[in-house]
C-alpha cells in the first residue's frame, strides 16, 4: 500500500518564525489532505491539496504529485499553531492513510 | 457548514459493557468512515459506509460492530472491549467514495478498563 513520510517529526519555533513541513509519498494519489490535530483531538481541515498550490492566510500549501511531495508552509506562527500536522493520502476513493505527523511547538 | 458531531465525548466501559459511539453530520455526505487513534500515532482507518452500506472493514475485531442507519448517522457498537482498545475514535464523512475531501469530527476519548 502507499506510504506516506512527514518530515521533520519535531519542530519548536518562536512565535513569529516561519516554517515547512513536508509531505512524501510512495504512489501517484488521488487524495491529498493536510490537518491540524489541536491538543483535545480534533482534526481541522487545511488543505484538500491532491496538486498545485493554495494558501489560506498565513498558511499555504503545495503539491507536486510528479514528484510524490506536498509542502505546508506557515508564516509568522502563533501560539494557536502548536499542535500536530498530518498529512493524508489516498490512491483509491475512502482509504486515506496518514502520515506520522509533525509536532509542532510555538513558544511566545 | 462543515460539521460532523460525535457522541460522547468521553467513555469509560468495563470489559463486560456494552455501550455504542454516535456521528453524525447534516452536510448530505453519503460516505461515513470510523477511524481509531492510539496515542502519539496517525488515525487508522476502520470501517466505510457508502450510501448506507459498509463498504470496507478493516480487518477488525467482532467486538466492534458498525451500524449505519440513515445517510446522516452512523453508530459503533462496542462489546467486550479489552483494555488496548482505548483510543480516539474519530468519525469522518465525505460528499461521497469519489469526492475524496473527508471531514472529521471531534472524537471521543475512550478508556477500557
Known amino acids: 500500500g502507499i506510504q506516506v513520510e512527514q518530515s521533520p517529526p519535531d519542530l519548536i519555533l518562536q512565535e513569529g518564525a516561519n516554517s515547512t513541513l513536508r509531505c512524501n509519498f510512495s504512489?501517484?494519489?488521488?487524495?491529498l489532505q493536510w490537518f491540524h490535530q489541536n491538543p483535545w483531538g480534533q482534526l481541522i481541515n487545511l488543505f484538500y491539496i491532491p496538486s498545485g498550490t493554495k494558501q489560506n492566510g498565513r498558511l499555504s500549501a503545495t503539491t507536486v504529485a510528479t514528484e510524490r511531495y506536498s509542502l505546508l508552509y506557515i508564516s509568522s506562527s502563533q501560539t494557536t499553531d502548536s499542535g500536530v500536522y498530518f498529512c493524508?493520502?489516498?490512491?483509491?476513493?475512502?482509504?486515506?492513510?496518514f502520515g506520522t505527523g509533525t509536532r509542532l511547538q510555538v513558544f511566545p | 457548514d462543515t460539521e460532523v458531531t460525535q457522541t460522547p465525548k468521553h467513555l469509560v466501559m468495563g470489559m463486560t459493557n456494552k455501550k455504542s459511539l454516535k456521528c453524525e453530520q447534516h452536510m448530505g455526505h453519503r460516505a461515513m468512515y470510523w477511524y481509531k487513534q492510539k496515542a502519539k500515532k496517525p488515525p487508522e482507518l476502520m470501517f466505510v459506509y457508502s450510501y448506507e452500506k459498509l463498504s470496507i472493514n478493516e480487518s477488525v475485531p467482532s467486538r466492534f460492530s458498525p451500524e449505519c442507519p440513515n445517510s446522516s448517522l452512523l453508530n459503533l457498537h462496542l462489546h467486550a472491549l479489552q483494555p488496548e482498545d482505548s483510543a480516539l475514535y474519530l468519525c469522518?464523512?465525505?460528499?461521497?467514495?469519489?469526492?475524496?475531501?473527508?471531514?472529521f469530527g471531534p472524537g471521543t476519548r475512550l478508556t477500557v478498563t
Open positions: 469522518a464523512s465525505s460528499l461521497s467514495r469519489e469526492s475524496y475531501e473527508q471531514y
Open positions: 504512489d501517484s494519489v488521488n487524495n
Open positions: 493524508a493520502a489516498c490512491i483509491f476513493a475512502d482509504k486515506l492513510i
